[in-house]
T-cell receptor, first 114, second 119 residues
């Protein structure tokens, strides 16, 4: 079936605006992850969902970042009052509950904050 | 806190050569280690996964080794091809004993090695 999809693929916004990034995981994958990749840096873990619950939010960099998941499916990462340092590629991944070693990644959303 | 480092940051080699990419991690209490490939504009693709009890894994022209006690892993690519050009990332998953709460599914990634194979 279809892989993990993310939208939009690219987003340019002005500093101070809010943005929403969407992730559609593989159907049936109960685990969902958000990562951030800033230029020249490794992937940073942001948040992990098991079903609609987020047992690990340890990576969210500030209270401007939030995420939710509904129907054990689509997830939205929201960044409020964007700052230039938020510019990055935001990657989403999903996996089966008992196979969390095998994370399937989406193509990412490239966010540019001017 | 686990830190994962990859050296070199970039590597260019002529087509046909064998090459080695390096990954080191500071906390040896890992559950497993994965090597991923990242192509521009695309997501990550898992190449090899080594469990903490294993020493190496092989898939085609790729061989990954793991020395947990020294905190090192290598990815060996034989007979390189232009299609191997990509960024290679290693990532570790912590073992249950080294974390205090649910969430050991988190992967800690290295900064990557950007590989260019010159035709």
């Amino acid at each position: 079936g279809a892989g993990v999809s993310q939208s939009p693929s690219n987003k340019v916004t002005e500093k101070g605006k809010d943005v929403e990034l969407r992730c559609d995981p593989i159907s049936g994958h109960t685990a969902l992850y958000w990562y951030r990749q800033r230029l020249g840096q490794g992937l940073e873990f942001l948040i992990y969902f098991q079903g609609n619950s987020a047992p690990d939010k340890s990576g969210l960099p500030s209270d401007r970042f939030s995420a939710e998941r509904t129907g054990e499916s689509v997830s939205t990462l929201t960044i409020q009052r964007t700052q230039q340092e938020d510019s990055a590629v935001y990657l989403c991944a999903s996996s089966l509950f008992l196979e969390t070693d095998t994370q399937y990644f989406g193509p990412g959303t490239r966010l540019t904050v001017l | 806190k686990q830190e994962v480092t990859q050296i070199p940051a970039a590597l260019s080699v002529p087509e046909g050569e064998n090459l080695v990419l390096n990954c080191s991690f500071t906390d040896s209490a890992i559950y497993n280690l994965q090597w991923f490939r990242q192509d521009p504009g695309k997501g990550l693709t898992s190449l090899l996964l080594i469990q903490s009890s294993q020493r190496e894994q092989t898939s085609g022209r790729l061989n990954a080794s793991l020395d947990k006690s020294s905190g090192r892993s290598t990815l060996y690519i034989a007979a390189s091809q232009p299609g191997d050009s990509a960024t290679y990332l290693c990532a570790v998953r912590q073992s249950l004993q080294s974390i205090s709460n649910f969430g050991n599914e988190k992967l800690t990634f290295g900064t990557g090695t950007r590989l260019t194979i010159i035709p």
